[in-house]
């Protein structure tokens, strides 16, 4: 494990409310400035930025490839993955920490899209970045699928946004599929646990988790130096697939499937079954 360093030199701890539960993570900043980054071109990214030459050639760089691949999002990378899971037909699922919710619209696409969807994220720049963020995306299909393109649908109509701290959430075992993307690497291990917990109480028997987080590799690792003014706004650390594992496990999950994108690591789990008193 390694933390994403240095910290922001706007980041201010006090700006953190509730951090044992919401992360120790100035959100709200962190989604507007992440929004701005996605949306900016390489050749702008030091735009009113103050750093030296060399930081400022290597935002450019890696400014560039990854809106060349687009590492970020993967919508691409994503999909590849996700066609390999085993789902039932029209899933519920429920997305922890959610921004926009790309991840559950891609299941939907893959799986059939009469489920029900909940969102859950208290930061009100997320909520912003869901509704500005396009209603659809066009996706290239991986090669060995007869279709070269899906189109991956976001219908805010359909969709259940909870605005609100996802502990206060009640909704036991109520869906399918659950996913957080982006979340656990910024709890330590007292936290983890806690998130996992609570995760598999929104499970139905059988439910599954998808879990993500920012890989530990040099490529991932000067990103996030690069652009440590906007995005390191608080607490995150850089893992191995391993090591997601092992804290997936230690907390009686059993880890169906493992996979890697080039920021992510991806794990899929499956939560024994709660005894009815839990929860």
């Not at 706004?233 to 499937?257: D, Q």
Request: contains cysteine; hydrophobic residues 40%.
């Amino acid at each position: 494990m390694r933390l994403a360093l240095p910290p922001s030199r706007h980041f201010d701890p006090a700006n953190v409310e509730h951090p044992e539960q919401t992360g120790e993570v100035d959100w709200s900043r962190f989604n507007a400035n992440f929004e701005r980054l996605l949306g900016t071109s390489w050749r702008d990214v030091n735009r009113d930025v103050d750093c030296g030459l060399p930081l400022r050639l290597l935002r450019l760089a890696l400014a560039f490839q990854q809106q060349r691949r687009s590492a970020i999002l993967d919508l691409e990378g994503k999909l590849r993955v996700f066609s390999r899971l085993k789902l039932p037909p029209n899933p519920d699922i429920v997305h922890f920490g959610a921004e926009i919710g790309w991840e559950a619209a891609i299941l939907q696409a893959l799986f059939g899209d009469r489920g029900r969807v909940l969102l859950i994220d208290s930061d009100p720049m997320a909520y912003q970045r869901f509704l500005r963020a396009p209603r659809s995306s066009r996706v290239r299909v991986p090669r060995s699928r007869k279709r070269r393109w899906i189109d991956i649908h976001r219908n805010p109509e359909r969709i259940t946004y909870a605005r609100e701290d996802f502990y206060r959430v009640r909704a036991r075992g109520e869906f399918d599929v659950g996913i957080d993307w982006g979340l656990i690497e910024h709890y330590d291990d007292t936290g983890k646990e806690s998130l996992i917990s609570l995760f598999r109480t929104f499970l139905k028997p059988g439910g599954v988790q998808i879990c993500s987080c920012p890989r530990n590799r040099l490529a991932v690792r000067l990103f996030y130096r690069a652009f440590a003014d906007e995005l390191n706004l608080g607490y995150r650390e850089l893992m191995t697939i391993r090591e997601l594992s092992n804290h997936v496990e230690r907390n009686g999950c059993v880890v169906e499937a493992k996979h890697r994108l080039p920021a992510h690591n991806i794990i899929v789990y499956r939560a024994p079954e709660l005894p009815a008193d839990a929860g």
